[in-house]
């Protein structure tokens, strides 16, 4: 759904917009202290009722899901994520690790969340960005190692 609009930053609030109404920010929630660096947003229809989720990562290594404006699920993720990344069809999520002075490796997390991932290690550095290919075969991902 193109017609909403999810930011971050590292104010440690996380805010969504509708775009077909003038831009009004319809939904935020913060964690002061936390800074935030990489939100997306998901949704679902059910019986014609659409719902948001906002999905965000950030410096306090904790991966947060967040609904309404209320923190509805948080995975202690023991690493800190730096970017993410929904597959359309909505079966995995991934995410890059982000640890300073780390390698880093790339995560497929089970999706919904239930905790569980996999790792595959794919930069001596931490990952800069990740994107999916629109036809969701390829994931490229760039890190700080100049890969």
Same mark, same amino acid.
């Given at each position: ?36 660096? /990489?939100?997306? =947003? ?5 019986? =014609? ?13 904790? *991966? ?9 699920? /948080?995975?202690?993720?023991? =690493? ?21 002075? *780390?390698?880093?490796?790339?995560? /497929?997390?089970?999706?919904? *969340? ?32 100049? /890969?």
């Amino acid at each position: 759904d193109d017609s909403k609009l999810v930011s971050t930053g590292q104010d440690g609030a996380a805010y969504e917009y509708d775009i077909i109404k003038e831009g009004r920010r319809f939904s935020d929630w913060a964690q002061k202290g936390t800074n935030f660096s /990489c939100i997306i =947003a998901y949704t679902t229809m059910d019986n =014609a009722a659409q719902t948001n989720t906002m999905y965000v990562v950030g410096s306090d290594k904790m *991966l947060k899901e967040i609904q309404g404006g209320e923190n509805i699920n /948080c995975l202690e993720s023991n =690493a800190m994520l730096g970017q993410l990344a929904l597959a359309s069809q909505a079966r995995a999520l991934f995410a890059g690790v982000a640890e300073p002075e *780390l390698p880093g490796p790339l995560r /497929c997390y089970n999706f919904p *969340l239930d905790g569980d991932y996999v790792e595959y290690q794919a930069h001596s550095a931490p990952v800069a960005r990740i994107r999916l290919t629109c036809d969701e075969q390829y994931l490229f991902s760039a890190g700080d190692d100049g /890969c």
